[in-house]
């Protein structure tokens, strides 16, 4: 089985052979790397992205808005996510983003898993009708696993999620409660001892 540091080295290496930057080619390394940690096909949908990539000259971005088309020519994943993670701070505040006809869009989810951890948020991914949960750079919830290669999407659609509680108020003061049974009183020799070097000094 090969290392996840082995995928990011020659992904990386093969990526700028393919003529991106090596500050591009860096990120996809480490882009690929996580996709597999995660359990998901990112080295397959990137070889298959490489032959297509020369071929097709997929549509590329700079400026990412709430809707985002490209009715002829896919957007490129890489190119689109680049400037997504770049931009993350100010995506966040638009609260729900559309991006219509994107290649490989497996190769994007990384960029938002990343900027999760940026603006410290969940987001939801929907790429067609799947389904995943972004946790801040830590792991993915997803109804689709498989190494099935799905080379467009015909509508991505990404929601930032709110930082609220899975838990009410009350049951967090029944938790608190009880830890409260653990608390050691304090007493004079507690003080005393906390307080500082006490009666004998060794400086």
């Known amino acids: 089985m090969k290392t996840f540091s082995e ?9 700028k052979a393919m003529g991106f930057s090596w500050g591009i080619a860096e990120e996809i390394g480490k882009n690929i790397r996580l996709l597999e940690l995660f359990g998901l096909p990112g080295l397959i949908h990137l070889n298959q992205y490489f032959k297509d990539y020369k071929i097709k000259q997929f549509q590329k971005v700079s400026l990412i808005t709430k809707l985002n088309e490209s ?21 966040e505040e638009l609260i729900e983003i559309e991006v219509k006809n994107m290649a490989f869009p497996l190769l994007f989810l990384p960029y938002v898993s990343r900027a999760s951890e940026i603006i410290g948020k969940r987001i939801f991914l929907k ?4 389904e995943y949960l972004l946790n801040y750079n830590q792991s993915v919830l997803s109804n689709h696993l498989n190494g099935t290669i799905h080379e467009s999407a015909k509508l991505i659609s ?31 020799t507690l003080k005393n001892v906390g307080a500082g070097a006490g009666l004998t000094d060794n400086d």
Do not use: H
Not at 7 to 15: C, G, M, N, Y
Not at 179 to 186: D, K, M, Q, R
């Open 71 to 91: 009715n002829k020519i896919p957007y490129c994943p890489i190119i689109f996510g680049t400037n997504f993670i770049d931009q993350s701070n100010i995506m």
């Open 158 to 188: 990404l929601k930032f999620l709110d930082n609220d509680n899975s838990f009410t108020a009350n049951e967090w003061d029944n938790l608190y409660k009880l830890s409260e049974n653990t608390f050691v009183e304090e007493s004079d």
């Open 127 to 130: 790429i067609d009708e799947k």
């Open 7 to 15: 995928i990011d080295t020659t992904v990386k290496r093969a990526s």
